[in-house]
């Protein structure tokens, strides 16, 4: 498969993420839906855009409900779907993103930490503020600083992860 035809995905966590701790006690006034969501953050995200085969896979806990204001907010790649959360203490954010390579892509995974098998096929990146991946999923992980969120260093790592 020609690398220009590889699905790449970013899976996306929205708190720590696409907004910051920071952000939040400077914007108390804000209100509606878009609150949630740093325009500054999303800046820095479409730099992504022009990565071919590029989209994102919302794997928040605010599942669908940041596709609106994502899109109204500016965003210029394509949403392609939503993490199934399980709401279990014991299921970690990467046994979702597990679980949706394997049962909705139809692609193999990364099962007992070995690289996923269809590299070939498709690259991913998470950009996550929390540390719950599973170990095969560690070069395919970006861990954000919640004090922070979404950084021009965190892209850099992303192209270079996600042009393999």
Not at 36 to 58: A, R, S
Not at 128 to 142: H, R, S
Request: aromatic share 8%; hydrophobic share 35%.
């Amino acid at each position: 498969m020609d690398t220009e035809d590889k699905i790449r995905i970013i899976f996306l966590d929205i708190d720590g993420v696409m907004n910051s701790d920071e952000y939040f006690m400077s914007h108390l006034d804000r209100d509606g839906d878009t609150l949630f969501i740093d325009p500054e953050k999303l800046t820095v995200l479409n730099m992504l855009k022009d990565i071919p085969g590029i989209q994102i896979v919302i794997s928040s806990s605010w599942g669908d409900t940041a596709d609106g204001p994502l899109k109204r907010l500016g965003l210029e790649i394509p949403i392609t779907g939503h993490i199934h959360h399980f709401h279990f203490d014991w299921i970690c954010r990467g046994c979702e993103i597990e679980d949706y390579i394997v049962n909705m892509l139809h692609l193999r995974g990364t099962k007992f930490g070995e690289k996923h098998r269809d590299h070939d096929k498709y690259e991913y990146v998470i950009f996550d503020d929390d540390e719950d991946m599973l170990l095969g999923q560690k070069d395919n992980f970006i861990q954000t600083n919640r004090d922070t969120g979404l950084t021009e260093d965190d892209i850099r790592k992303a192209k270079e992860i996600l042009m393999k």
